[in-house]
Structures are given as C-alpha cells and as structure tokens.
C-alpha cells in the first residue's frame, strides 16, 4: 500500500478561495499546507498599511451579499462596517453621482421627477433609431441614451478595454441599470461593508491555523508540490498548469500609482471615477474613506488600465469567444483529474465578486467534507 502523504491538502494561493477551503479542511482535521507566489496572503485582497491607512493593493474591494449566510461567515471572523458605495463621476471637471439615479438625471438635465427623468432616456433612445445594436456604443445608447452614455460611459469603457466603443461587441453591456429614485447605494444588495482594520484580519483569522510558505510558485517543482500532498486545490491559472497547450488565455490589467498626499482630505470620497477618454486613469481612489479614516495624511491611488503581458497580474478575463473556447478544452481536462480541484477566479477564467468566491469554496468544501471523515 502507498505511503501516506505528509499532508492531506496542498492549497495553492492564498487568496479568498483557498483561505476559506483551508479552513474548512482544517476544521474537519484535514492537515493543510497553502503556497502563494506572492509575499504576502490574501490574494487581491490584500492591504498594506500605509500612513496607517488599509490601502487596497490591488484595487478597490467592497464587500457586498445578498446571501445572510456568506454574510454571516465573514462577519464571524472580522466585524464589518456600515460602508455604503456611492461612487462619484467627473467628466470633464462636471461632477455626478452613480450609479445612474434620480441625483444623476438633476445634475445631467435639472430634471426633478421620475415621469421627467424617464421621459428625457426615452426620447433618447427614440432618437437613435438603433432597433438591432452591432456594437458596444449602439447598445449602451439604446439602453439609455446619448447624454448618459457620452458622459459617463464611453470614455471609461474604452479606457477600460483600450479599444474604441463602437469596436467592442455589445454583448459586454447587457444591462444598464437606471433607478428613478434619489439613492446613490451602488448596490442592490442586502449587505456591505468594508473588514474594520482592513481585508487582512478576514485573511488572517480564515488561515489562523494553517501552516503558509510565502514567496513559493507552484510551477518552481510541480511535481514535488503535487507529491507532498494527497490532493492538491489549484486557484492559479488553468492553462499554465496545462502547460498552454492549447494557448494563453487572455486577460486585461491594470496598473495602479499609489501616492502619500499631506493633506487630510483630498477627493471626499473613496471612489471617484474619470470617465473622459483623455485622462488616462478609470478612477481614482481615496482608501481613508473605506474605514471613515481621519489620519491626518492620505493615500490616493490611480487606476490605469493596461494590455496584459505574461509578467503582469491578470485582472480581468477577456471572456470572448475565442478565449472561452480555449478556457473550455482546459476544464475538460480539469474535470478528469482525480487529486485535484480548480477554484477560484484564475483557474475558473471567470471573474467573480468576493462573495461568490467564498460561496464556491464553501460549496466544494462541503463537497470534500460532507461525508464522515
Ligand atoms: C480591480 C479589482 C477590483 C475588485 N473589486 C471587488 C469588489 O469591490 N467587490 C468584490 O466583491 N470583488 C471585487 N473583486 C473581485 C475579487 O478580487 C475576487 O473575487 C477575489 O479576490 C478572488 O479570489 P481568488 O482566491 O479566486 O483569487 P486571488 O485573490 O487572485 O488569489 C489567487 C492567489 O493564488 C496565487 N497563485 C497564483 N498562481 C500561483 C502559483 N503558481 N503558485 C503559488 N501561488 C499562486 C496568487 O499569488 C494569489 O495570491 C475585484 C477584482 C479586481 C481585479
């Protein structure tokens, strides 16, 4: 009979996915190791304390749930606040509120009714004519008009995508919702909140007890990482596990400038969005304000969307059809392999809310741990 290996699970990558099947597995005995690449754990939820400040390093991270039990878990390892998102846009030095509402449609139009708001979308839309939209910026206006779309959407998409609106397929905006009431919440959801002290004490108390080795890629000795362990959950990207074999999967990044400002209050709000095409940036982001911070510096960080190289981080997926069908030869060969589970964003090429991730890993979890040990 084989040997029993040193450890039941390796975990490779710590962020959110593998911080919580960690700590599933431990609480039902199961002797787990988690490598991460990175120095540090958390994944892209990690914060670095600057000006004693939680900056958000990898971009700006709010949580938000419909779902009282995910809610509930999280809560159970560190108290969230009352952060409500509301995010401001500037175009061109005018302000307005988003996500698009009743405060929006007054500083677009000075229209103070919804029957007005909805009157002016409407004759919009009319105006256009676009019965069938072929592309990004057809279907944004046939949604919701030029104004809204010139102002506040075009610019920021394209930056975002680094391609011209009426090049991007329209599939990417399904929906744009509008609301005829004056309320700024950026949400639906039932809850939000930002970790008090930051996503690191969420990290820190999923992983208390969880033997870690930082600085450590899988891929340094695969077969050595695969060996320590009876089963392996993967959270890195699918197709450098298969060894791109059917190509490289695609991805937009982002570049982020992080900056000391001697001041103790420098945009009044956590996010504020540029959506002009000429500013280079997509937003910019004021960390303070996630924890109602009231040091006397502040840290701002810009957002720079870029084309993404091998040697950057891969933010978002580019779910088109040709990278999909790629993605989809890998997770057939995932679905055959009996001592390892794929999760997470990387390896699902998906991108997921932070709740959504912790609902998957409970899921598969439970999956591994339901039946008596
Ligand atoms: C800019 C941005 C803003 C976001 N804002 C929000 C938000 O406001 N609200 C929200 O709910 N969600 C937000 N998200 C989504 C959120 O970041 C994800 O849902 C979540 O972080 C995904 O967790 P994960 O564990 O799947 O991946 P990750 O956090 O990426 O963790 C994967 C880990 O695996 C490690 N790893 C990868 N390959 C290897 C390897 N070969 N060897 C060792 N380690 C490896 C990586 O270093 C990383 O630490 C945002 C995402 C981005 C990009």
Same mark, same amino acid.
């Given at each position: 009979?084989?040997?029993?290996?040193?450890?039941?699970?390796?975990?490779?990558?710590?962020?959110?996915?593998?911080?919580?099947?960690?700590?599933?597995?431990?609480?039902?005995?199961?002797? %787990?190791?988690?490598?991460?690449?990175?120095?540090? #754990?958390?994944?892209?939820?990690? %914060?670095?304390?600057?000006?004693?400040?939680?900056?958000?390093?990898?971009?700006?991270?709010?949580?938000?749930?419909?779902?009282?039990?995910?809610?509930?878990?999280?809560?159970?390892?560190?108290?969230?606040?009352?952060?409500?998102?509301?995010?401001?846009?500037?175009?061109?030095?005018?302000?307005?509120?988003?996500?698009?509402?009743?405060?929006?449609?007054?500083?677009?139009?000075?229209?103070?009714?919804?029957?007005?708001?909805?009157?002016?979308?409407?004759?919009?839309?009319?105006?256009?004519?676009?019965?069938?939209?072929?592309?990004?910026?057809?279907?944004?206006?046939?949604?919701?008009?030029? &104004?809204? +779309?010139?102002?506040?959407?075009?610019?920021?998409?394209?930056?975002?995508?680094?391609?011209?609106?009426?090049?991007?397929?329209?599939?990417?905006?399904?929906?744009?919702?509008?609301?005829? @009431? +004056?309320?700024?919440?950026?949400?639906? &959801?039932?809850?939000?909140? #930002?970790?008090?002290?930051? +996503?690191?004490?969420?990290?820190?108390?999923?992983?208390?007890?969880?033997?870690?080795?930082? *600085?450590?890629?899988?891929?340094?000795?695969?077969?050595?990482?695969?060996?320590?362990?009876?089963?392996?959950?993967?959270?890195?990207?699918? &197709?450098?596990?298969?060894?791109?074999?059917?190509?490289?999967? !695609?991805?937009?990044?982002?570049?982020?400038?992080?900056?000391?400002?001697?001041?103790?209050?420098?945009?009044?709000?956590?996010?504020?969005?540029? @959506?002009? $095409?000429?500013?280079? +940036?997509?937003?910019?982001?004021?960390?303070?304000?996630?924890?109602?911070?009231?040091?006397?510096?502040?840290?701002? @960080?810009?957002?720079?969307?870029?084309?993404?190289?091998?040697?950057?981080?891969?933010?978002?997926?580019?779910?088109?059809?040709?990278?999909?069908?790629?993605?989809?030869?890998?997770?057939?060969?995932?679905?055959? !392999?009996?001592?390892?589970?794929?999760?997470? $964003?990387?390896?699902?090429?998906?991108?997921?809310?932070?709740?959504?991730?912790? *609902?998957?890993?409970?899921?598969?979890?439970?999956?591994?741990?339901?039946?008596?040990?």
């Amino acid at each position: 009979m084989d040997e029993k290996k040193e450890y039941d699970y390796l975990i490779v990558g710590s962020g959110l996915f593998g911080a919580v099947f960690a700590h599933e597995a431990i609480k039902h005995g199961k002797k %787990c190791l988690i490598i991460d690449k990175r120095n540090h #754990i958390g994944g892209n939820v990690y %914060c670095e304390k600057i000006e004693d400040i939680n900056v958000h390093k990898y971009g700006a991270h709010i949580f938000h749930t419909n779902d009282k039990t995910i809610w509930d878990y999280v809560n159970s390892f560190v108290e969230f606040n009352r952060y409500t998102n509301s995010p401001m846009a500037n175009y061109k030095g005018q302000l307005f509120n988003l996500p698009f509402n009743m405060n929006t449609f007054y500083q677009l139009w000075g229209v103070k009714t919804p029957q007005e708001a909805r009157d002016k979308i409407k004759s919009q839309i009319d105006q256009a004519l676009i019965t069938i939209p072929s592309n990004l910026q057809e279907q944004a206006i046939s949604l919701v008009g030029n &104004d809204i +779309y010139e102002k506040l959407i075009k610019g920021y998409t394209e930056k975002q995508w680094g391609r011209s609106a009426n090049e991007l397929p329209a599939f990417i905006i399904k929906r744009l919702p509008v609301r005829f @009431t +004056y309320d700024n919440n950026y949400f639906n &959801d039932k809850y939000q909140g #930002i970790p008090i002290g930051g +996503y690191n004490k969420l990290i820190d108390g999923l992983l208390g007890n969880c033997e870690v080795r930082l *600085g450590t890629d899988y891929f340094s000795n695969k077969q050595q990482w695969s060996d320590i362990a009876e089963h392996t959950v993967f959270t890195g990207n699918i &197709d450098q596990f298969y060894e791109y074999r059917f190509g490289k999967l !695609e991805y937009r990044s982002l570049r982020f400038e992080h900056e000391v400002l001697d001041e103790e209050n420098h945009q009044g709000n956590a996010v504020v969005n540029y @959506t002009e $095409r000429d500013i280079p +940036y997509t937003r910019i982001i004021e960390h303070k304000h996630f924890e109602f911070g009231t040091q006397p510096k502040t840290v701002v @960080t810009k957002e720079f969307p870029e084309d993404w190289t091998p040697e950057k981080e891969a933010y978002y997926p580019i779910n088109d059809k040709k990278n999909n069908e790629i993605f989809e030869k890998y997770k057939m060969l995932g679905v055959d !392999e009996l001592n390892v589970t794929f999760g997470g $964003r990387l390896a699902n090429y998906q991108y997921y809310d932070m709740h959504q991730i912790i *609902g998957s890993a409970l899921k598969i979890a439970s999956g591994h741990f339901s039946s008596p040990n």
